[in-house]
């Protein structure tokens, strides 16, 4: 599990600043969910060596009526979501009535929280902040978040005392993602454990309707609890005499409250469920098409690097012409998941419910299937026979040997001259060529490069 930030405050505090920082590495993935969170933006950040999750919620002006409903309307889920709420406030303005606001009701919540003193750039940091202590929130932390100064020890700070419980946590729910296993040991793991199974969507694609179904409506019963609005709740099952477990980020529950569904929904509630998974199932609904929040999971999934299987769901009653345009338009959005198992089913008529399994199945034997470094080297030879990879600085870049680097993603670790140099589009080629000739389906592959041997 990752650990969640939210940063919060008025507008012009450098809430976005802080936000673009922090998302700013390679790794780093920012979503707008449009429609689904009005002003609030997620990423998942690396900054140094500390993976979390962090929300930007926009600002609160104070200038609504009452500072209590504005915050209830853009930055209440995003606090309650979050472990820590980072309380953005500005050097050069001093204290303000809308942070007074903001404190006060940030003082009710029973949620680790730091005030944070921005833009102490070129001022005297301390006799500037002095003022913001009338706040009551305690300590608190100064930064110049355009400049970056003070950002990692913010990180810092505010994470250091939940590494104890995100570490317990970890140890709890032993997954064999942990970078410290080398790729046998993972291998291993892998094999001996449930297939970790995560359901999701944007709200009303049918993912409790597909959830109950998979599970059968008495067994559901059991599992309605009440649940918060951030845990997914953990399903062991069985099927086809493999082990899983269902990661319901829905909230499985009895007919009649399924109309629940979009109150229920939390995007840090799914993308910690992709963090946990082995496979994600991403349902979209047929009807609307491919939209910008699908992409927009599509995206945090890849970048996991979680084995996909994608359902198409309320395929029932829709006319043949219909059905063909959609066919083709989803051909078109979803070329770059073309790795992927598509499944058109009905999870209200149960239709096509069944054939998931063996795409799940499929998917998570390919991303957990042995790969011996011999192969790979013949593999990465032949793709290097076929079609050489492009001169730098007039020396021609040359890959020596491969071996494997994990699994759950395949990572495939390629040694060689200059590798660190090798251009996006002859490393897409060379994920292809590995792709076809270990005859994976379902997982992406991740190629890495060190250079020398
Ligand atoms: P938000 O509305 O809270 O998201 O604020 P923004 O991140 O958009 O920042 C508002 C303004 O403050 C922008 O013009 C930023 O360039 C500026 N700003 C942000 N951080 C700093 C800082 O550390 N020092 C200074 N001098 N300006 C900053
Ligand atoms: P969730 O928010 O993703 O969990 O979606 P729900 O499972 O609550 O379903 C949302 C709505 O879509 C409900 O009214 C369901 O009855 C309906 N629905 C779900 N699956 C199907 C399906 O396969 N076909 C049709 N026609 N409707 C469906």
Same mark, same amino acid.
């Given at each position: 599990?990752?650990?969640?930030?939210?940063?919060?405050?008025?507008? &012009?505090?450098?809430?976005?600043?802080?936000?673009?920082?922090?998302?700013?590495?390679?790794?780093?993935?920012?979503?707008?969910?449009?429609?689904?969170?009005?002003?609030?933006?997620?990423?998942?950040?690396?900054?140094?060596?500390?993976?979390?999750?962090?929300?930007?919620?926009?600002?609160?002006?104070?200038?609504?009526?009452?500072?209590?409903?504005?915050?209830?309307? +853009? =930055?209440?889920?995003?606090?309650?979501?979050?472990?820590?709420?980072?309380?953005?406030?500005?050097?050069?303005?001093?204290?303000?009535?809308?942070?007074?606001?903001?404190?006060?009701?940030?003082?009710? +919540?029973?949620?680790?929280?730091?005030?944070?003193?921005?833009?102490?750039?070129?001022?005297?940091?301390?006799?500037?902040?002095?003022?913001?202590?009338?706040?009551?929130?305690?300590?608190?932390?100064?930064?110049? !978040?355009?400049?970056?100064?003070?950002?990692?020890?913010?990180?810092? !700070?505010?994470?250091?005392?939940?590494?104890?419980?995100?570490?317990?946590?970890?140890?709890?729910?032993?997954?064999?993602?942990?970078?410290?296993?080398?790729?046998?040991?993972?291998?291993?793991?892998?094999?001996?454990?449930?297939?970790?199974?995560?359901?999701?969507?944007?709200?009303?694609?049918?993912?409790?309707?597909?959830?109950?179904?998979?599970?059968?409506?008495?067994?559901?019963?059991?599992?309605?609890?009440?649940?918060?609005?951030?845990?997914?709740?953990?399903?062991?099952?069985?099927?086809?005499?493999?082990?899983?477990?269902?990661?319901?980020?829905?909230?499985?529950?009895?007919?009649?409250?399924?109309?629940?569904?979009?109150?229920?929904?939390?995007?840090?509630?799914?993308? +910690?469920?992709?963090?946990?998974?082995?496979?994600?199932?991403?349902?979209?609904?047929?009807?609307?098409?491919?939209?910008?929040?699908?992409? =927009?999971?599509?995206?945090?999934?890849?970048?996991?690097?979680?084995?996909?299987?994608?359902?198409?769901?309320?395929?029932?009653?829709?006319?043949?012409?219909?059905?063909?345009?959609?066919?083709?338009?989803?051909?078109?959005?979803?070329?770059?998941?073309?790795?992927?198992?598509?499944?058109?089913?009905?999870?209200?008529?149960?239709?096509?419910?069944?054939?998931?399994?063996?795409?799940? +199945?499929?998917?998570?034997?390919?991303?957990?299937?042995?790969?011996?470094? =011999?192969?790979?080297?013949?593999?990465?030879?032949?793709?290097?026979?076929?079609?050489?990879?492009?001169?730098?600085?007039?020396?021609?870049?040359?890959?020596?040997?491969?071996?494997?680097?994990?699994? &759950?993603?395949?990572?495939?670790?390629?040694?060689?001259?200059?590798?660190?140099?090798?251009?996006?589009?002859?490393?897409?080629?060379?994920?292809?060529?590995?792709?076809?000739?270990?005859?994976?389906?379902?997982?992406?592959?991740?190629?890495?490069?060190?250079?020398?041997?």
């Amino acid at each position: 599990m990752l650990p969640v930030i939210a940063l919060v405050g008025r507008p &012009n505090v450098g809430k976005s600043t802080l936000f673009n920082r922090l998302t700013r590495s390679r790794d780093a993935l920012v979503a707008d969910f449009p429609g689904l969170t009005r002003d609030r933006k997620y990423g998942t950040a690396s900054f140094e060596q500390r993976q979390f999750i962090v929300i930007d919620t926009g600002g609160i002006s104070g200038d609504e009526v009452g500072i209590d409903a504005a915050m209830a309307e +853009q =930055s209440l889920l995003a606090i309650d979501e979050a472990d820590v709420v980072l309380f953005l406030v500005d050097a050069r303005d001093g204290v303000t009535s809308p942070d007074i606001g903001i404190a006060n009701h940030l003082r009710k +919540q029973q949620k680790p929280c730091y005030l944070v003193v921005n833009k102490v750039d070129g001022l005297d940091g301390d006799s500037e902040s002095a003022d913001f202590y009338t706040l009551g929130l305690g300590g608190l932390i100064q930064i110049a !978040a355009s400049h970056g100064r003070g950002v990692s020890k913010l990180i810092d !700070a505010v994470l250091s005392p939940l590494d104890e419980a995100f570490a317990d946590m970890h140890i709890e729910q032993t997954t064999a993602q942990d970078e410290e296993l080398d790729a046998e040991e993972q291998l291993k793991l892998l094999q001996a454990l449930p297939i970790k199974l995560a359901i999701v969507g944007k709200p009303n694609v049918g993912k409790s309707t597909l959830t109950n179904r998979i599970l059968g409506e008495e067994r559901v019963v059991v599992y309605d609890l009440p649940g918060t609005t951030r845990d997914s709740i953990f399903i062991p099952m069985q099927r086809d005499e493999r082990d899983y477990v269902l990661i319901d980020t829905a909230g499985v529950r009895k007919r009649r409250k399924v109309a629940d569904a979009v109150e229920k929904f939390s995007i840090v509630k799914t993308l +910690q469920a992709i963090e946990e998974a082995n496979v994600v199932l991403l349902v979209v609904d047929a009807r609307e098409g491919i939209s910008d929040q699908d992409l =927009s999971l599509l995206g945090f999934i890849l970048n996991a690097g979680r084995s996909l299987v994608m359902a198409v769901n309320k395929w029932d009653g829709l006319d043949h012409d219909i059905k063909e345009d959609i066919k083709r338009e989803l051909d078109r959005r979803l070329g770059f998941v073309d790795f992927a198992r598509l499944h058109f089913i009905s999870a209200l008529h149960g239709s096509g419910v069944g054939n998931l399994f063996e795409s799940v +199945q499929e998917a998570y034997a390919s991303a957990t299937k042995r790969i011996n470094t =011999s192969l790979l080297t013949e593999i990465m030879d032949m793709a290097q026979a076929d079609h050489q990879p492009p001169l730098v600085r007039g020396r021609r870049i040359k890959m020596k040997y491969a071996h494997a680097g994990g699994y &759950n993603p395949p990572v495939v670790v390629i040694h060689g001259n200059q590798v660190k140099d090798m251009p996006d589009s002859y490393k897409r080629y060379l994920t292809n060529y590995y792709r076809k000739s270990l005859q994976v389906m379902g997982t992406p592959i991740k190629i890495e490069f060190r250079e020398g041997a």
